[in-house]
Nanobody, 127 residues
């Protein structure tokens, strides 16, 4: 069955960096677009970024551009999120999500189309 296991979260200081990973299994990873989303306490799901199945294109909401970088290694079935210049408002549970096809589809609501997501990894930014 489809599995996505996120890791790499933890406590970081403001201005610090973290690299999240998402190990995928149960599907042909290289055939699907993948995304990262996050959910802060008491808030809805917020989409962070997405990447085409072959890595040829990436999507970032304007609010995420410049500090976050999504990448993937299809040989290792792994998705990454490099987060730099972290801020307290980046504190959230971060999920990786599997797209329905090989490209990112952004719905009118701003949500990235997906069918599975992992359990998430907690990122806390605090001094």
């Amino acid at each position: 069955q489809v599995q996505q296991v996120e890791s790499g979260g933890g406590l970081a200081q403001p201005g610090g960096s973290l690299r999240l990973s998402c190990a995928a299994s149960g599907f042909t990873f290289s055939s699907y677009a993948m995304s990262w989303a996050r959910q802060a306490p008491g808030k809805g799901l917020e989409w962070v970024c997405g990447i085409y199945s072959d890595g040829s294109d990436t999507y970032y909401p304007d609010s995420m551009k410049g500090r976050f970088t999504i990448s993937r290694d299809n040989a290792k079935n792994t998705l990454y999120l490099q987060m730099n210049s972290l801020k307290p408002e980046d504190t959230a549970l971060y999920y990786c999500a599997k797209g329905l096809g090989n490209i990112i589809v952004v719905l009118p609501t701003g949500e990235y189309e997906y069918d599975y997501r992992g359990q998430g990894t907690q990122v806390t930014v605090s001094s």
